[in-house]
């Protein structure tokens, strides 16, 4: 497998434009993540999925924040509109859950957003 | 909630040297992953760690859990210039599947 794939790799976009980011998860995995990396916050997720259903979007940071799943193999997440401070690294991971406790998720190499 | 903390932020360190990243966790977490990241790159796994006492080692890196003092470390044995990177610990509430990340420790190994 190609592991987690998301595009763009990166994204310069002007403020107020609409931005959308894609995921495409591991094949038979369950859950997707989708992640935010700042230096001044650190890792954070903003949602995740089982099954292409949300489970919890408590980290999304506002409405401009939305993210869809479709179907098992592709998610989006979309900011409209788009501000500097949303300036980050997004990261996709997916992980399949197993009997024992031992799911790990992994990563996708994340979209650098720069919005000026 | 559960809230992760890694110490320290940054370290600095010789090569031949040994040294130990801590992770403290403040509630009951199901399980402890470690993750590396080289700069501009994404999360690699490098351990699970599911039960207390559970100690996982590959090559000179070597991680382990205390479940009863939300304690886990990450030991670094001889370090080499290739272990430079960002370490980050990971935890997860009983039965949840997201992961809560600590910080992260910049770790750069100097020749």
């Known amino acids: 497998d190609a592991g987690v794939i998301q595009s763009p790799r990166h994204e310069v976009t002007e403020m107020g434009q609409e931005v959308t980011l894609r995921c495409k998860p591991i094949s038979g995995h369950d859950y997707l993540f989708w992640y935010r990396q700042t230096m001044m916050r650190g890792l954070e997720l903003l949602i995740y999925f089982n099954n292409n259903v949300p489970i919890d979007d408590s980290g999304m940071p506002e409405d401009r924040f939305s993210a869809k799943m479709p179907n098992a193999s592709f998610s989006t997440l979309k900011i409209q509109p788009s501000e500097p401070r949303d300036s980050a690294v997004y990261f996709c991971?997916?992980?399949?859950?197993?009997?024992?406790?031992?799911?790990?998720?992994?990563f996708g190499q994340g979209t650098r957003l720069t919005v000026v | 909630e559960l809230k992760v903390e890694q110490n320290p932020l940054f370290l600095s360190m010789q090569e031949g040297k040994n040294y130990t990243i801590y992770c403290n966790y403040s509630?009951?977490?199901?399980?402890l992953y470690w993750y590396r990241q080289d700069p501009g790159k994404s999360l690699e796994s490098l351990f699970v760690l599911l039960s207390n006492g559970a100690v996982k080692q590959e090559g000179r890196l070597m991680a382990s859990l205390d479940t009863k003092a939300r304690l886990s470390t990450l030991h670094i044995t001889a370090a080499v210039h290739d272990l430079s990177a960002t370490y980050f610990c990971?935890?997860?509430?009983?039965?949840?599947?997201?992961?809560?990340f600590g910080q992260g420790t910049r770790l750069t190994i100097n020749p």
């Open positions: 990971a935890g997860a509430l009983q039965g949840a599947q997201k992961l809560v």
């Open positions: 509630t009951t977490s199901d399980r």
């Open positions: 991971a997916s992980s399949l859950r197993k009997t024992g406790g031992r799911t790990e998720a992994f």
